[in-house]
């Protein structure tokens, strides 16, 4: 399995309008996509659920029954497929994505590891949305961490700086979990870590042993070199319409698989294989279900 690489499908995102960006909202959509993203060579999916009110599929809804649908019809379609479940919450309250881990147990589930300013701005120097602060403090870390463990759950912490690809260490160290770590360096929000294939070398460095990781890259053009400089290094890789609408000529991708192809590609010309999901599982370390 040390040749091969898991690929991940981010088929949607949290907050892009669905009628600017065309991402999957309704269950048969994201069903629909996840079948091609699997088709070309995705093995997970990562995902977010959206309001299904007419006009409103640029909302988040933790709606426990639009949650189950989703699921529903992406398992009814692809049955092999990996799930990810999204978690993130502005604020202490993680009663909503806790209920959604507790019914519907996903095999890995998203974990933010620290706090970070989510800032953008506008090509005039004005800030894109009002300076956010995406508040993960270790409390909250632990509370979503005692949800996962109790119910079967691997986390996989998103690490949007360098302090806390380092944070998770420290949690390790202090039995917030057990078992090697997933780790997902985000990198390429503006107030994070670049999307800079040089820095990949020195975030292994600060890796807990024996770690899984991937890459998650945000913007355009600049994240293909970058998911290349991982496979080649023994990560693994994510994309998608949540990540970016860009394909490698700079075309907008019109769907998840569309990306998912342009990505299987880079990691067959790095010299590596890609994972199917049973080999996924294996790779991964996840429970048996």
């Not at 049955?79 to 309250?93: F, N, R």
Request: charged share 20%; proline share 8%; aromatic share 6%.
């Amino acid at each position: 399995m040390g040749s091969k690489t898991v690929i991940t499908c981010a088929l949607t995102g949290v907050l892009t309008n669905p009628a600017v960006h065309h991402v999957p909202v309704t269950p048969e959509e994201m069903a629909e996509q996840t079948q091609q993203a699997y088709n070309a060579g995705a093995s997970t999916v990562h995902v977010h659920f959206r309001n299904q009110r007419p006009g409103l599929g640029h909302l988040p809804t933790w709606d426990l029954e639009t949650v189950g649908n989703i699921l529903a019809a992406i398992k009814a379609r692809v049955p092999k497929i990996i799930i990810c479940l999204s978690t993130g919450v502005v604020g202490p309250d993680i009663s909503a994505p806790a209920a959604c881990l507790e019914k519907f147990k996903p095999e890995l589930a998203a974990c933010n590891a620290g706090s970070l300013n989510y800032l953008k701005l506008k090509s005039d120097g004005t800030w894109a949305w009002p300076p956010t602060l995406f508040d993960n403090p270790v409390d909250k870390v632990e509370r979503f961490l005692t949800v996962m463990r109790a119910n079967a759950v691997v986390p996989e912490f998103e690490c949007f700086d360098s302090g806390i690809v380092r944070s998770v260490g420290l949690y390790q160290r202090n039995r917030m979990f057990a078992g090697p770590a997933h780790v997902s360096l985000v990198m390429g929000v503006a107030s994070g870590m670049p999307a800079k294939p040089e820095w990949l070398p020195l975030l292994i460095e600060e890796l807990p042993s024996g770690s899984h990781w991937q890459v998650i890259a945000i913007g355009r053009q600049e994240v293909w070199p970058l998911h290349r400089r991982c496979v080649e290094l023994g990560g693994n890789v994510r994309t998608g319409l949540e990540d970016t609408f860009y394909l490698p000529n700079g075309e907008k991708a019109p769907h998840n698989g569309a990306l998912i192809e342009a990505l299987a590609a880079v990691v067959r010309e790095a010299g590596r294989e890609i994972a199917g999901p049973g080999e996924a599982r294996e790779i991964l370390g996840l429970p048996v279900r």
